[in-house]
């Protein structure tokens, strides 16, 4: 969970305490028993900032309050705070079918963050075995896109159109004007992976062009 505040459009990352660091259903629940949404413009209480590293963008939760909904994001709000002319990192390292969606630990800047809101004029979304030619047919779903003239293909971690992808079944799925999240994990074995944990399709009055 992440998210970009409305004013300074600075990234936010609320992480809690546990082991983990990571946020309950329960830790985003408001007062009156409903839980964030996307797109929820949200008030969380925090203690303070705790970077790790490369996520530079962590704030520590203070979990004995409720978070406070404050409405509804427009898109023009959400357009207003994509990323303009951000890298998303080094490229021209894969793994796992997919492309540019690894990144050796020494080139990563720690000051650069590991979040991005990045607009795309289309993004497909390929639901599709796992790994078929490693017996692993679990079907998941990846998404293309191409942007700053790079091509990208990385797992897609947003449940709302992972789950519409693999109900329609194997297949690919274009999104035309979207507006996308793209992460950097934590270290594992000196690499990082980049992933989608959210992906925004805008209706068709809001499209840019």
Not at 1 to 20: E, F, H, I, L, T
Not at 63 to 72: K, L
Not at 143 to 163: C, I, W
Request: charged residues 30%; glycine residues 6%; aromatic residues 10%.
């Amino acid at each position: 969970m992440a998210g970009k505040r409305m004013g300074d459009k600075s990234w936010c990352r609320p992480v809690s305490n546990r082991p983990g660091r990571e946020i309950s259903e329960f830790d985003q629940r408001y007062p009156d028993g409903e839980t964030a949404k996307l797109l929820d413009v949200i008030s969380v209480p925090c203690i303070k900032k705790v970077p790790d590293g490369h996520q530079s963008e962590n704030v520590l939760i203070d979990d004995r309050f409720y978070w406070e909904n404050r409405g509804r994001a427009s898109w023009q709000e959400i357009l207003a705070l994509v990323d303009q002319n951000a890298d998303l990192w080094a490229n021209g390292f894969h793994a796992y079918y997919n492309k540019n969606n690894r990144v050796p630990k020494a080139y990563i800047d720690r000051d650069s963050g590991s979040l991005r809101l990045i607009y795309l004029e289309k993004i497909v979304l390929h639901a599709q075995p796992k790994a078929p030619e490693f017996g692993n047919m679990k079907p998941i779903v990846r998404a293309s896109f191409v942007y700053k003239n790079q091509e990208y293909r990385l797992d897609l971690t947003d449940p709302e159109h992972e789950a519409i992808c693999l109900k329609k079944g194997t297949g690919e799925y274009s999104l035309s004007s979207a507006v996308a999240c793209v992460s950097l994990t934590e270290t594992y074995e000196q690499k990082m992976a980049k992933f989608l944990p959210t992906n925004l399709s805008l209706p068709s009055s809001r499209r840019r062009g």
